[in-house]
């Protein structure tokens, strides 16, 4: 999890890991889904033999957007039906915070919910994700809680710090990347 406000250099990270990993793994052996809600600096991944989907913003993504996360949700069904058959998948997003304003109908929430579930769940089943945000606030519980990783760049509010364990004196300074 990934957490800065637009400009601090978390877009830059998400595109450095899909980079990495797609450097040193074979498209045979990954499978990289990317849901860009931001600048759409991801856009270049999809351009990789790894990249099976991505899917950016602007008019008419929104139904992109669903189907996107309707895909997590069957996915995750079929890992748990066959876990020994599922290559390793990594699944990028990038605006968080953006997808959960854009999803607060009731059908985004259970395709929000379902995002959830995948994000707590995927890892045992070879389902991997890396998530940016601009709002600390912005994280739901269900997916905070089975966090493993937070890396924190320039924040809004400096008071977001302490909120998840940063003491005063350790708040970095407010320069990007």
Sequence with gaps: MLLGITGSGTST???S???AITAETS????DLLVLDLGSRALAPLADLPHTLAYVG???GAAEQQARFLRHLRTELDKRRADPAHRRPTLVLIDGLATLRDEFQDYDGLALLDALYRAYADGPAL???FAVSTTRAKAVPSAMDEVTTQKWLYRLADPYDYSALGVRGQNIPAPVPG
């Design 57 to 59: 913003s602007g008019p």
């Design 13 to 15: 990270t998400l595109a």
């Design 17 to 19: 890991i899909a980079l």
């Design 27 to 30: 498209p045979d052996a990954l």
């Design 126 to 128: 070879n389902l991997w």
